[in-house]
């Protein structure tokens, strides 16, 4: 189905391209949202009669969408969350908790503006792009941890995983018998007594 974009649409194109889509794509995504018309010839007189509004309305929002990206300067957001001893996550971070803690430092996104490739699962440092604007976008450092204490110390640029291992604060205990034959596991003490 050919479309005019009435949006910048990430990998597709920009104001006023006509752009041929997969039909759901259109139906489910472009159409119902506003950001694309089907191309047709009543469409492509009505888009050039307002062709400068809908361009004025895009600098607008994007020039707003500057002025906020110039708040999340150097933005960083710590979450504490359960792992375990390997620094899995039970769980994941998902992007509600991402809002819930940009909310809490007093930047207001919206859900669709967070763009997560993946959901994250493990502690660490990671960055996580915010799509203000179709063309305006900023970066927020995620700092996932066990306590407040790790957090401060993988802001500072020390792997966490990496020292515990180091120490062998792992918790991974086996019984080591010297006098055991090479592939033998360790066995109890008191063997069952034979009825």
């Given at each position: 189905?050919?479309?005019?974009?009435?949006?910048?649409?990430?990998?597709?194109?920009?104001?006023?391209?006509?752009?041929?889509?997969?039909?759901?794509?259109?139906?489910?995504?472009?159409?119902?949202?506003?950001?694309?018309?089907?191309?047709?010839?009543?469409?492509?007189?009505?888009?050039?009669?307002?062709?400068?509004?809908?361009?004025?309305?895009?600098?607008?929002?994007?020039?707003?969408?500057?002025?906020?990206?110039?708040?999340?300067?150097?933005?960083t957001v710590t979450l504490?969350?359960?792992?375990?001893?390997?620094?899995?996550?039970?769980?994941?971070?998902?992007?509600?908790?991402?809002?819930?803690?940009?909310?809490?430092?007093?930047?207001?996104v919206a859900k669709s503006?967070?763009?997560?490739?993946?959901?994250?699962?493990?502690?660490?440092?990671?960055?996580?792009?915010?799509?203000?604007?179709?063309?305006?976008?900023?970066?927020?450092?995620?700092?996932?941890?066990?306590?407040?204490?790790?957090?401060?110390?993988?802001?500072?640029?020390?792997?966490?995983?990496?020292?515990?291992?180091?120490?062998?604060?792992?918790?991974?205990?086996?019984?080591?018998?010297?006098?055991?034959?090479?592939?033998?596991?360790?066995?109890?003490?008191?063997?069952?007594?034979?009825?």
């Open positions: 189905m050919d479309v005019i974009l009435l949006e910048r649409v990430e990998k597709l194109g920009a104001i006023g391209d006509v752009v041929k889509v997969k039909d759901g794509f259109a139906r489910n995504f472009l159409l119902p949202n506003k950001k694309a018309l089907r191309a047709n010839e009543a469409n492509r007189k009505v888009f050039e009669a307002n062709r400068s509004r809908i361009e004025a309305d895009n600098a607008s929002r994007r020039s707003d969408a500057e002025k906020e990206a110039g708040s999340f300067k150097d933005v504490i969350r359960q792992a375990s001893s390997t620094g899995q996550l039970y769980g994941s971070v998902a992007v509600r908790d991402l809002i819930d803690a940009l909310t809490a430092s007093k930047h207001k503006a967070i763009v997560l490739d993946k959901p994250i699962k493990a502690i660490g440092l990671y960055d996580v792009k915010v799509a203000l604007h179709p063309e305006v976008s900023v970066t927020v450092k995620v700092n996932v941890a066990r306590s407040p204490e790790e957090a401060e110390m993988q802001a500072s640029g020390v792997d966490v995983m990496a020292q515990m291992f180091e120490r062998d604060e792992a918790g991974f205990v086996e019984a080591y018998d010297p006098n055991a034959e090479p592939g033998a596991t360790a066995e109890t003490e008191a063997e069952p007594a034979a009825n």
